[in-house]
Antibody, heavy 122, light 107 residues
Framework: QVQVVESGGGVVQPGGSLRLSCAAS????????MFWVRQAPGQGLEWVAF????????YYADSVKGRFAISRDNSKNTLFLQMNSLRGDDTAVYYC???????????????WGKGTTVTVSS | EIVLTQSPATLSLSPGERATLSCRAS??????LGWYQQKPGQAPRLLIY???NRATGIPARFSGSGSGTDFILTISGLEPEDFAVYYC?????????FGGGTKVEIK
C-alpha cells in the first residue's frame, strides 16, 4: 500500500539547520509531485513546499522561502527538506504528502506520513 | 494569498445528526477546493477534492458543494468516528492555503 515515512526531526537551536527525509513506497514515486506540510503545536495546517515529479519546479510558502529547500532523489524514492536559519516559529510536526494525481493541477495531498517533530529552542 | 475562513470554529452535534461546515475564500477559486479530516494524533486524510469529488475510500455520507467563494462540507449522519477537525484547502493559486479548521465535537 501507499506509504510515506518521515524522519530527521529533532531539537535544534535557533539559527541551526536540519534535513528531513521522507521515504516513499507502494507507488511509482517518480510519477508524483510531493509536498511538505507542517502543523505547529495546537494549530492548523500550513503548506510549506511542493516539488514536481521530476524536480523541475519547486514552490515555497513565503514564511520559508530562502531558508528551506525541497529536493528529491527518484532513484531512492526519497523526498527531502533542507531547513536552514531555523526560528522558533518553525517548531511543528512536519508531514510529507503525496500529490493526488500525476497530471493536471490537482494540488491536493492524498497520502500522508505520520510526521516528524521539529523543535527550535535554545 | 487566498485566505480561507471556516465556520463555525466548533460544531457540537450528536451521532446521527447532520453536520454542515462552511469554508469561504477571500476571492473566487472556481471549484478548486478540498476538504481534509484530522483526528487527534493522526495525519490529515483527504475527503473531498475539487469541491465535490470524494477521494478513494471515503464514505458516501461525506459530500461537498459550492463554487466561487462559498463551499460546504456535509456529513449526512454523524458516525462516532467522524468527530474530528476538518480543514479546507485551495489549489487555485500559489501559495496553497488551508482554512483554520472546524472542530466537530460530541454534544
Amino acid at each position: 500500500q501507499v506509504q510515506v515515512v518521515e524522519s530527521g526531526g529533532g531539537v535544534v537551536q535557533p539559527g541551526g539547520s536540519l534535513r528531513l527525509s521522507c521515504a516513499a513506497s507502494g507507488f511509482t514515486f517518480s510519477y508524483y509531485g510531493m509536498f511538505w506540510v507542517r502543523q505547529a503545536p495546537g494549530q492548523g495546517l500550513e503548506w510549506v513546499a511542493f516539488i514536481r515529479y521530476d524536480g523541475s519546479d519547486k514552490y515555497y510558502a513565503d514564511s520559508v522561502k530562502g531558508r528551506f529547500a525541497i529536493s528529491r532523489d527518484n532513484s531512492k524514492n526519497t523526498l527531502f527538506l533542507q531547513m536552514n536559519s531555523l526560528r522558533g516559529d518553525d517548531t511543528a510536526v512536519y508531514y510529507c504528502a503525496k500529490r493526488l494525481l500525476t497530471g493536471g493541477f490537482y494540488y491536493y495531498m492524498d497520502a500522508w506520513g505520520k510526521g516528524t517533530t521539529v523543535t527550535v529552542s535554545s | 494569498e487566498i485566505v480561507l475562513t471556516q465556520s463555525p470554529a466548533t460544531l457540537s452535534l450528536s451521532p446521527g445528526e447532520r453536520a454542515t461546515l462552511s469554508c469561504r475564500a477571500s476571492q473566487s477559486i472556481s471549484s478548486y477546493l478540498g476538504w481534509y479530516q484530522q483526528k487527534p494524533g493522526q495525519a490529515p486524510r483527504l475527503l473531498i477534492y475539487d469541491a465535490s469529488n470524494r477521494a478513494t475510500g471515503i464514505p458516501a455520507r461525506f459530500s461537498g458543494s459550492g463554487s466561487g467563494t462559498d463551499f460546504i462540507l456535509t456529513i449526512s449522519g454523524l458516525e462516532p468516528e467522524d468527530f474530528a477537525v476538518y480543514y479546507c484547502q485551495q489549489r487555485s493559486n500559489w501559495p496553497l492555503t488551508f482554512g483554520g479548521g472546524t472542530k466537530v465535537e460530541i454534544k
